[in-house]
């Protein structure tokens, strides 16, 4: 399997080229050269694997023989041997609907399921062509904490993790900042989150700058987030279909970056059985604004009580794009350049009616996410965190759909307490962060401020 780019500026790579330039070095999101297609009897034979058989089956089309098979199976077994569940994600049974848990990972965020994959692969193939890697990454929340457990103290890398500051919860600070091996730089940008990503752009496309520090991507713009995503949404369906193909499934994605509803749109268009994919958003209405008008138009971002999907501008959105213009870069070019010239992109008619053949989308406030922790409490004694909650009242009118339980609800205490009163217990992995030693630089929300402090750790790390 080779990978292309979505404006089309770069020679196709292999997995593991893929893997680790991340952003295309034209600026572009790297996509498969062709998308899998998968029959009836595989779909059943993978439905009676355990999570992480089925992982391998799913990666061994993307990886090609960049890895050969046994290394592979050895990566995943070490990326999940650090989840608390043996099932990985397992799928749980509460108010008359299911909820495919994401959050046993070690910081109780499904990024985990990701990045603990993406950290092994880069110390796998940093180590095989004696290499080094230097990850810059945006969040909103939890992919900075997943991202920094995934390559803390990993030999070769060195990490620089943007958050917008006092705009992501304690517990998620924390996690991140209390990290303190040599190998981990957070930074606090004074800015919103897409202050933070859009530097981070802005720091891949200076190819002198990427280049010299060989700067390597862990946000969802990486490829092998996304295609690890893909593997819960197989699990998933397999475990509720039992493997019957005529049994299609419906999932409630809350998202802010595209990202794991693009996983669950890749998986569709493989041959899962899915019948609809719910774009589940929270006041930051920007997806659910293009699936019902075809206007992707960005806005003032609001803080609201699920900041991980604080977010206007998804980066992910650009793949989905990519394959909404039938694999066009140069179509895919002239609307991004449309967007940066009048702030917005339309698509036409025929387009928007494919969209919402692909998705349904709601836009969920504050008052309906705690009135819908309630109620899920109220009705089972099942806690939620805000943005699952954002996800179960998107799909409010499809009792059907399975929603994705995207955190632990310990990581958003305050939103607990504000709906139901009480402070939910945290797993082991989220015990005692309160009271540990922080390391976190502040800075502008600035492209060069940013650049300069990378420089001078990097340059300082070099003479040692």
């Not at 009676?48 to 391998?56: E, G, H, I, P």
């Not at 493997?243 to 509803?261: A, C, K, L, M, Q």
């Not at 406030?365 to 996800?391: I, K, N, Q, W």
């Amino acid at each position: 399997m080779r990978y292309l780019s979505t404006r089309g500026g770069v020679e196709p790579v292999d997995f593991a080229d893929a893997v680790m330039m991340g952003l295309g070095t034209d600026g572009g999101l790297l996509v498969p050269e062709r998308i899998p297609s998968l029959s009836a009897d595989t779909l059943k034979d993978w439905s009676r694997l355990n999570f992480q058989q089925l992982a391998v089956e799913v990666l061994v089309p993307f990886v090609g023989d960049s890895i050969p098979r046994a290394d592979l199976v050895g990566l995943v077994e070490r990326s999940y041997a650090t989840f608390l569940h043996p099932e990985v994600t397992p799928i749980a049974d509460h108010a008359g609907r299911q909820w495919l848990e994401l959050f046993h990972g070690p910081t109780a965020a499904f990024k985990d399921v990701a990045l603990q994959l993406l950290g092994n692969l880069f110390e796998y193939l940093l180590a095989r062509d004696n290499g080094v890697l230097r990850i810059i990454g945006a969040t909103s929340g939890d992919t900075g904490s997943a991202a920094i457990y995934g390559v803390r103290g990993k030999a070769g890398i060195e990490i620089f993790i943007l958050h917008p500051k006092g705009r992501v919860s304690p517990i998620q600070e924390r996690q991140m900042t209390t990290v303190l091996d040599a190998n981990v730089h957070n930074i606090a940008v004074q800015g919103t989150f897409d202050d933070a990503q859009r530097i981070v752009k802005t720091l891949f496309n200076d190819l002198p700058f990427k280049q010299q520090y060989r700067l390597g991507a862990v946000n969802s713009i990486n490829l092998a987030r996304i295609l690890a995503q893909t593997i819960y949404y197989f699990y998933a369906w397999g475990r509720i279909s039992g493997g019957n193909p005529e049994r299609r499934v419906s999932f409630s994605v809350p998202t802010g970056n595209f990202g794991d509803v693009f996983a669950g749109w890749l998986t569709k268009r493989m041959g899962l059985p899915i019948d609809r994919l719910i774009i589940a958003t929270n006041r930051n209405d920007i997806l659910s604004r293009f699936v019902a008008t075809g206007v992707y138009q960005a806005g003032e971002v609001f803080h609201t009580l699920s900041p991980a999907m604080d977010i206007q501008l998804a980066s992910n959105f650009e793949r989905y794009l990519y394959y909404l213009l039938d694999e066009d870069p140069a179509a895919v070019r002239a609307l991004l350049a449309e967007m940066e010239q009048t702030g917005q992109l339309r698509v036409d008619g025929e387009r928007q009616r494919r969209v919402a053949e692909d998705f349904d989308a709601r836009a969920v406030s504050d008052a309906e996410t705690l009135d819908e922790m309630r109620r899920v409490y109220a009705a089972s004694g099942y806690l939620l965190c805000p943005h699952t909650a954002v996800g179960a009242r998107a799909a409010a009118d499809n009792a059907e759909a399975l929603v994705l339980a995207t955190a632990h609800p310990a990581k958003f205490g305050t939103a607990v307490v504000e709906a139901i009163g009480i402070e939910p217990a945290p797993p082991r992995s989220l015990q005692g962060l309160l009271e540990r030693e922080t390391r976190c630089a502040e800075l502008p929300a600035e492209a060069e401020a940013v650049r300069g402090f990378m420089r001078q750790k990097l340059d300082a790390a070099a003479k040692v």
